[in-house]
């Protein structure tokens, strides 16, 4: 990756790093960028709840308009919603604001092709070298010739009209606790089940600028299993922040994470004939239980290294229509383009009402194999993977372990940590391996 693209777009702490004199030479040079071959380009913009939202988004729209780009401001939105309204809207590129599960100092932008896919990587690194050049030479067009900024208020509800179009089937007598984050989600998410005729509880649906993922949504899941319980609900869908991601609760309040969900859809997918080549892929972080299942019901499992992009670049590969990650990042191509939590939340709410069976009965077609992950701050992630002793300390727990688990240590894609997973029958020799590691890690933070 360059110096300002990662994984998954621009990401930094909001004007610090992420500033908005950045952003606006990130829209003026996506815009230029993108633009050729167009007489006008035509740019979907939304973002989700963060504070820093307005600042970075009136920065980035002035500099699509000052290169003679329009803009249509969808929002407050999740990320796969501003993937397909630049489809359904015609559009050129779409741009979302947001840094999705990241704490609310931090903050991204993302930018998506006029197919609704992220940006290939030479795309982004021609958009990255204008962003760096000592002299701005793209265009400055004057008077008629300036973009102009169309809002598009029905941008939501033309969504939330899709997504309830991916289901035939009514969500009545389902009850359904939504942990929406405090994000993008949340009035889309619950218009939908709404719509559905689910009988719908919000938890976390007050956004005020600065409470965006606080003990909540996906990466806090023992709110909604509390609230689940104590409501006696039938299941339980929290989001992160864009809402791209989702993990689900069962009736007794058990977390079903993305590989189960992943598990369920495929296996319901396949009896429907709805599983094209028989393929899914998965990542490297997926539970080794998630394989078995897989491959004892005859699917063939691509396996990647960590990000959706990776995910998704093996899904056009192979042609599979199903794939996703253990945080609940699942892509059902036939749908989106991008991971959508509120569809493959409304698909697997739709394998209950088909089946007719409780998420926990679902859920338990996956064996789980114990896995333990440590996230380890780090000053600099490329030296640290590059650590001679650490990589001695991996190697000695692999040899421990055998062929009976595995260790897996990688540098996050957005944030300033090194990952440490371990996995296998015993969970006691998983934590006195991580512990090993991790001070090893710790060393060098």
Not at 109 to 123: A, C, E, N, T
Not at 288 to 312: F, I, P, W
Request: charged residues 25%; contains cysteine.
């Amino acid at each position: 990756m360059g110096r300002l693209f990662g994984t998954d777009g621009v990401r930094g702490v909001a004007n610090k790093e992420l500033t908005p004199e950045l952003a606006f030479k990130l829209g003026r040079a996506g815009a230029a960028i993108l633009a050729r071959g167009h007489t006008r380009v035509r740019v979907v913009v939304g973002r989700d709840t963060r504070i820093s939202g307005d600042m970075l988004e009136a920065a980035l729209v002035a500099g699509i308009c000052s290169v003679g780009g329009d803009v249509l401001k969808v929002g407050i939105i999740p990320t796969p919603a501003v993937a397909w309204l630049t489809r359904a809207l015609g559009a050129d590129a779409g741009v979302v604001i947001s840094a999705s599960h990241n704490p609310v100092a931090d903050n991204g932008i993302k930018f998506f092709s006029s197919q609704g896919f992220k940006l290939p990587d030479p795309v982004e690194e021609e958009i990255e070298r204008e962003v760096l050049k000592e002299k701005d030479e793209l265009p400055r067009p004057t008077e008629g010739n300036l973009g102009r900024v169309c809002e598009v208020p029905e941008g939501a509800d033309k969504y939330v009209s899709y997504v309830c179009s991916t289901t035939k089937k009514t969500l009545a007598g389902l009850k359904v606790v939504l942990d929406v984050a405090n994000g993008a989600a949340y009035q889309v998410a619950p218009e939908a089940l709404r719509r559905l005729g689910a009988e719908v509880i919000v938890l976390n649906n007050a956004p005020n600028g600065t409470n965006i993922n606080v003990g909540c949504g996906s990466t806090c899941p023992e709110v909604l299993a509390k609230a689940v319980k104590e409501s006696r609900a039938d299941v339980g869908l929290a989001f992160d922040g864009d809402a791209d991601r989702v993990i689900a609760v069962d009736e007794e309040g058990q977390v079903v994470d993305g590989d189960a969900i992943m598990a369920i859809l495929a296996l319901y997918r396949q009896k429907q004939g709805g599983l094209p080549g028989g393929r899914i892929v998965v990542t490297v972080m997926s539970n080794y239980g998630l394989h078995q299942v897989l491959t004892a019901a005859g699917l063939k499992v691509h396996q990647t290294q960590v990000g959706d992009r990776y995910v998704l670049e093996e899904m056009l590969r192979t042609g599979a229509m199903l794939g996703g990650e253990q945080s609940g990042h699942i892509i059902l191509l036939e749908y989106n383009t991008t991971g959508d939590g509120l569809i493959t939340g409304l698909q697997l709410l739709q394998v209950m009402v088909d089946t007719g069976k409780p998420l926990k009965e679902l859920a338990a077609v996956m064996p789980r194999f114990p896995q333990l992950l440590v996230n380890v701050p780090v000053r600099d992630k490329e030296q640290a993977m590059a650590d001679p002793v650490l990589l001695a300390e991996v190697e000695r727990a692999r040899e421990k372990l055998g062929g009976r688990g595995r260790i897996l240590v990688r540098p996050s894609g957005t944030e300033p940590f090194l990952r440490l997973m371990a996995e296998g029958p015993d969970e006691q020799e998983l934590q006195e391996i991580l512990s090993r590691l991790e001070r090893v890690v710790r060393r060098l933070s």
